[in-house]
């Protein structure tokens, strides 16, 4: 089956994907700002739920092809670019006199522009990758083997993710032996968890396919991402 649905068709399960990306995209940027420990692991609070992200993703092209996934990565990165450019503005004007909390608000809210471009450029790259690696995957494949496709792009994506995001973010700032710490924490805890999920993705893959009636291949297509 390659049903290919068309351009001017938005299905409702495809708004579904893009409603909870959305929603798990901007809420792991506010968990983010909460650091936790698991004995000698450091994290971040997005770590529980960031990696949704790269799944849903992976879901989108499994089922509605490579242009879709990144239609809804390019989706994700605008509306979550404006809530944190809304964020910046309502911390940065300001409060009440009888507001009494500008430092809690800042805490969570005020992220620096160095963490923010660090956390954009790992997105779209990881991203794009993990649509990239699904879409030719399945192509070579002829739809088979959905299990080394899914555990193979989420390696490759999130090691991505964590290589670009982590020098950006925290070179100069942390020691350079902490950097590569925590990026190997995160590399590692985000594909696992990835990869634990992977059972119950390939349920939810079943029936998004036969309920929408769509199993795309991505057959001669162009790879250009700025191309919608």
Same mark, same amino acid.
């Given at each position: 089956? &390659? ?11 495809? !708004?579904?994907? =893009? ?17 936790? $420990? ?14 949704? =992200?790269?799944?849903?993703? +992976?879901?989108? =092209? ?17 509306? &979550?670019?404006?809530?944190?450019? @809304?964020?910046? !503005?309502? /911390?940065?004007? *300001? ?23 660090? %956390?954009?450029? $790992? ?6 990758? &993990?649509?990239?690696?699904? %879409?030719?995957?399945? @192509? +070579? ?6 299990? @080394? ?6 390696? !490759?994506?999130?090691?991505?993710? %964590?290589?670009?995001?982590? *020098? ?30 992977? *059972? ?14 769509? /199993?795309?291949?991505? &057959? ?9």
């Amino acid at each position: 089956m &390659n049903k290919r649905p068309k351009l001017s068709h938005v299905s409702v399960g495809f !708004l579904q994907q =893009c409603l909870l990306f959305t929603v798990v995209l901007i809420a792991s940027n506010i968990f983010e700002t909460k650091q936790l $420990a698991a004995g000698p692991v450091h994290l971040t609070g997005g770590m529980l739920t960031f990696p949704l =992200c790269y799944i849903i993703v +992976k879901i989108v =092209c499994e089922v509605w092809g490579y242009r879709r996934a990144i239609l809804l990565v390019w989706l994700g990165f605008v509306l &979550n670019f404006l809530f944190i450019a @809304a964020a910046a !503005l309502v /911390d940065f004007l *300001p409060g009440a006199e009888y507001w009494t909390n500008d430092a809690g608000f800042h805490a969570i809210f005020g992220l620096s522009a160095r963490i923010t471009l660090a %956390s954009f450029v $790992a997105f779209l790259c990881g991203s794009f990758l &993990n649509a990239f690696l699904m %879409s030719r995957l399945k @192509a +070579k494949h002829a739809g088979k083997k959905l299990p @080394a496709r899914y555990c193979l792009a989420a390696v !490759l994506g999130e090691l991505v993710d %964590s290589i670009v995001f982590f *020098p950006i973010a925290f070179i100069g700032v942390l020691a350079g032996t902490e950097v590569l710490d925590q990026a190997i924490d995160q590399f590692v805890l985000k594909t696992a968890y990835e990869i634990v999920f992977l *059972p119950i993705v390939i349920l939810f893959i079943k029936r998004i396919k036969k309920f929408e009636d769509s /199993d795309v291949t991505d &057959n001669d297509i162009s790879y250009d991402v700025f191309k919608l």
